[in-house]
């Protein structure tokens, strides 16, 4: 780090070097104020209108391919034999793992007391709930009879049939079902506080009431408090085995059957760091234009765009040596099955998906992650993370088309190309989470105000004869 | 769907000449889609990973006859001094039943089993379309054919062997297994697919909900999807054609072969009404009923007098995939060939075009 | 509930976390006892200071996950083995192993369930009204970055002169009379 870089910047610490967490001069009052505020003002920017008006298009167009899956069958999708699975398995393990950075961030780190995420938990929280809820569509209208749907819940029926428990697919049932509930409830109560103060400063009756409402009469005991921050350290606690729990059985969905290029054991740790790896992209690709947008740089800083390259760069790597292992097994494992999906794979027809894959995953995020200039450059990062997930959804097309087209029988061998459809709903369902995205940003207070307070200096406690000295 | 497709032949053809015309043949701009059910491609492979090099031979053909055991055949010689070859070496492997996780299943009753000749098949397709009609198969059309989705619950399996110029044609009739060690029935979430006591793999229509996984686990791929509305509910003519004994299936759903289910229900029906157990012979299925050569048996596997127990226990029978466990229930018969060493395979001619 | 009339309490703003913690070891030490601390964020000290140690939140929430485990493992049994047992591709029907994985989601599910709920039932909450939000100065601050210390009517060394002499001592801000 350059001299002359230390005495520029003021917001890198001078002692270690690196940037602040929070940029320095901020009080407990104009924190609030600041976050407050975006939520509280009665005008909306116009570049939300813009935005939220062009995901609504989107959101409307996954609405008309949906209803048109519906009426036709799952047909209208490229999905054929043997290739019965596609984009809908694709961006339902796509949007999954992009949830799953969220609840990192909420509770793995805040289990390892870093208090950087403090200011980016809440947004990439909702982060998460909105990518479960453009996943967890994917499994009902993939489905070819939807109606149906309720059949995978236990439920008791007049024909007395239950669901089969050996499935993986059941078993994504519960876990994804839990994952979505603990998100919300971890959600909520993490933002009760919050919710107080919002109830306090709205000026308007509406405002008043709605935050009253949810704020369930947060009032800042400290019994309140003490219980609170249990709950949330056990909610933390149980939110961390949930997503290493609710990856690894999305990756079951694969591990478990026959397929060679599905059935390894490396795919529970592989699914789980590429699911981290790309969440932690979709953060970035948020945190970015927000703090732009939003001037909240003094609260979002490059150190937390620098950290959470280094994240990146870690679970880069798990997911290297995901691709490498399967690349050494199919050798070493003297299979024919493994080494003709590995060559099929690479040099088959579909082989240009895997060189995608690896560009995009591995050549430039883990040669350019090392650079500390490259990771707090914040145009660099935002490329890099649409880079980034770009290429984990090309992993998810590789591992699901190209183990399927080609399997056991060479006689049954196939293609798969999709339609028109399969990319209106992909297409549709970014647009879903971003109009979510956009009314939270609008509704709620998108960075936890009560955390970042416990950070500022004033929340030090002084000695009585410090305080009066400094009167 | 059967109108507009194809092209009248009657215009070349006319009653003085029935049998030939003649004319010019001009080549066209463009290109027409053909509509197939299998996939050719060539052999780009070095020997390294597993071709012969040259890129004149199939690729699926490389892949079945050679490491995958999938075809298995001997030369009249090769079979008097090896008469167990079927099921000899390191790619000619045989389920192990002592090798398990979990004890395993008891079949007492009726286990029902087919044998399929491959040294009989000719490759007719009679087997094919008796099974449409029996099972109110429906047809798909042209342009779904190319996307993959026809179905049919048994098809007929080319491999061409050999330089592409002079192949020799392996045809094996491939339909559900029935496996033992189903991997379909463990994937279905809502258990629209079961086993039977007497050993049939059980497709539940209307449990189905359609996610597909049975097809995606199936080693066979011998399961067919509706992906859209195939079967006509509409034409009065065709509910005259169907068969009463079977569902018509709707969108959404899967289905398979089921060794005839319906005649095998028909047949115990018969046999529980007179008092005695069902005799070897009596249940036909479809594909058994229509094949000229015979090649087909079903049976009771459990009564050792039984045609089907006398093939399946047949030096020459193995199954197909056998390493993977799966532990089906048809078995063929490996085909042995009594060529003529004076008739030279042909020169080649003409090099494959590259694709 | 009992009936609500006259004052409910004093309160105390104070500035620093640091003035509100020293007024409340010392109110504690002098035997007050109905008393609470309202901070804009968790201060650990002032819990302390008000004699909370106790917190049943982890219990509920170990009850809950094992309630969650039994329950669906051995509901998975149950319908497997006993209420419609069938042959799924050769597998035994006790698959102990496959029932493990919704078995382990569900303890997870019962048991956040339980944190939260409980937590919140323990709180008293929701309690959208509260006497203390009639004061003023309490809403404008205790949730944005003000200190309050509160000695409730309650509490048997109560009175109302004394105690705003006693809290005066402390030199906070201010101090308000709630009214119920």
């Not at chain 1, 669901?163 to 993490?190: E, N």
């Not at chain 2, 226990?313 to 995939?321: G, K, T």
Request: glycine letters at 8%; charged letters at 15%.
């Amino acid at each position: 780090m350059a001299t002359s870089e230390l005495k520029d910047n003021p917001r890198i610490d001078p002692a270690t070097g690196e940037y602040s967490v929070i940029a320095p001069g901020q009080t407990f009052g104009s924190v609030t104020e600041k976050i407050t505020r975006i939520v509280l003002t009665p005008h909306t920017p116009q570049g939300w209108f813009a935005l939220f008006g062009v995901a609504g298009c989107a959101a409307t167009m996954l609405l008309m391919a949906i209803i048109w899956l519906f009426l036709k069958g799952v047909g209208i999708w490229g999905i054929t034999q043997p290739g019965a699975w596609g984009f809908a398995i694709i961006n339902f393990v796509w949007w999954i793992g992009i949830g799953h950075a969220g609840t990192l961030i909420s509770a793995i780190l805040l289990l390892f007391k870093q208090r950087w995420r403090n200011s980016i938990s809440r947004f990439a929280e909702a982060m998460t709930i909105f990518a479960v809820v453009c996943a967890g569509m994917f499994p009902l209208i993939h489905m070819g009879r939807p109606w149906l749907g309720y059949w995978l819940f236990p439920y008791p029926s007049t024909m007395t049939v239950w669901p089969q428990f050996r499935s993986p697919l059941m078993w994504d049932v519960f876990a994804v079902s839990t994952y979505a509930t603990i998100s919300v409830v971890f959600w909520y109560v993490g933002m009760l506080p919050d919710f107080g103060t919002m109830r306090d400063r709205s000026k308007s009756k509406i405002a008043q009431q709605f935050y009253g409402i949810v704020s369930l009469g947060w009032r800042g005991s400290a019994r309140h408090w003490m219980r609170y921050e249990t709950a949330s350290l056990l909610l933390a606690g149980l939110a961390t085995p949930l997503v290493l729990s609710v990856h690894t059985v999305i990756s079951f969905d694969f591990a478990v059957a026959m397929l060679p290029g599905w059935h390894t054991t490396i795919f529970p740790p592989y699914f789980v760091a590429g699911a981290i790896y790309s969440g932690f992209a979709m953060v970035l690709t948020l945190a970015i234009p927000l703090r732009k947008f939003y001037h909240l740089e003094g609260l979002i800083t490059e150190r937390h765009i620098d950290n959470m390259g280094k994240v990146m760069l870690a679970t880069g790597f798990i997911v290297a040596y995901g691709y490498g292992m399967e690349v050494f097994m199919s050798w070493y494992s003297a299979s024919h099955w493994e080494a003709f999906m590995m060559w099929n794979r690479m040099f088959g027809p579909m082989g240009w998906s895997y060189w995608v894959l690896v560009t995009c995953n591995l050549a430039i995020p883990l040669t350019t992650l090392w650079s500390r200039k490259l990771r707090t450059s914040i145009p660099f990062m935002f490329c890099l993370s649409i880079v980034v997930n770009a290429g984990m959804w090309f992993e998810r097309f590789v591992i699901v088309v190209t183990s399927l087209y080609r399997d056991f029988l060479p006689s049954s061998w196939g293609t798969y190309r999709a339609t028109k459809w399969d990319y209106m709903i992909y297409v549709g369902t970014l647009g879903l989470f971003t109009a979510l995205f956009l009314l939270f940003v609008r509704l709620l207070p998108m960075i936890p105000m009560s955390e970042i307070r416990t950070m500022l200096t004033g929340a030090k406690i002084m000695p009585k004869k410090a305080a009066e000295a400094g009167d | 769907m059967g109108s507009g497709a194809g092209f009248n032949a009657y215009l070349i053809r006319s009653s003085d000449a029935p049998f030939y015309a003649v004319g010019t043949i001009r080549k066209l701009d463009g290109k027409w889609g053909v509509a197939i059910t299998k996939s050719h491609y060539q052999d780009h492979r070095s020997k390294r990973f597993g071709g012969q090099g040259g890129g004149n031979n199939s690729l699926e053909a490389d892949e079945a006859i050679g490491e995958r055991g999938i075809v298995r055949y001997a030369t009249l010689d090769e079979y008097k001094a090896h008469p167990g070859f079927a099921n000899e070496g390191e790619t000619h492997t045989r389920t192990d039943k002592s090798i398990s996780l979990f004890p395993n299943w008891d079949y007492k009753d009726n286990a029902w089993g087919m044998s399929i000749d491959m040294n009989s098949c000719t490759g007719c397709n009679a087997c094919i379309v008796s099974c449409y009609a029996e099972n109110n198969i429906p047809i798909v059309g042209k342009q779904q054919v190319r996307v993959g989705r026809n179905m049919q619950w048994l098809r007929i399996d080319t491999y061409f062997e050999g330089d592409l110029a002079a192949p020799r044609a392996h045809l094996q009739p491939m339909a559900c297994q029935h496996c033992e060690n189903a991997p379909c029935e463990q994937v279905c979430p809502v258990g629209a697919t079961v086993h039977t006591p007497e050993g049939l793999n059980a497709m539940v229509y209307n449990r189905c909900v359609g996610t597909r996984y049975c097809s995606n686990n199936c080693p066979y791929k011998v399961r067919r999807f509706n992906f859209l509305l195939y079967a006509d509910y509409e034409t009065e003519s065709l509910k005259l054609m169907r068969n009463p004994d079977v569902t018509v299936r709707s969108r959404g759903v899967m289905e398979k072969c089921s060794y005839c289910v319906q005649r095998i229900a028909a047949a115990k029906i018969e046999a529980d009404k007179e008092n005695r157990p069902v005799g070897d012979g009596e249940i036909v299925t479809a594909c058994q009923q229509a094949c000229p050569a015979s090649a087909i048996t079903f049976g009771n596997i459990n009564d050792r007098q039984s045609k089907v127990a006398k093939l399946q226990a047949d030096e020459r029978s193995y199954q197909v995939l056998a390493d993977l466990n799966t532990r089906p229930r048809t078995k063929y018969v490996a085909a042995v060939l009594n060529l003529n060493s004076e008739l030279e395979r042909a020169p080649a001619e003409d090099k494959p075009a590259k694709g | 509930m009992m009936p609500r009339e006259g004052t409910y309490g004093l309160l105390a703003e104070f500035d620093t976390p640091g003035d509100l913690i020293r007024a409340a070891r010392q109110a504690h030490e002098d035997g007050w006892r109905r008393m609470d601390c309202y901070t804009p964020y968790p201060v650990e000290e002032a819990a302390e200071a008000i004699g909370f140690h106790r917190n049943k939140v982890p219990l509920v929430t170990l009850i809950g996950g094992i309630v969650g485990l039994l329950t669906m493992f051995l509901f998975e049994t149950w319908v497997s083995v006993r209420a419609y047992p069938l042959n799924i591709g050769g597998r035994p029907l006790y698959s102990w192993p496959a029932f493990i994985v919704p078995a382990y989601e569900f303890t997870i599910l019962f048991a956040g369930l339980a944190a939260a709920i409980g937590m919140l039932a323990l709180n008293g909450m929701p309690a959208l009204y509260h006497p203390l939000f009639n004061a003023p100065n309490f809403r404008d601050g205790a949730t944005t970055d003000k200190f309050f210390l509160c000695l409730e009517a309650a509490d048997p060394k109560f009175d109302l002169a004394q105690a705003k002499a006693y809290l005066a001592g402390f030199q906070p801000l201010s101090v308000v009379e709630v009214e119920y």
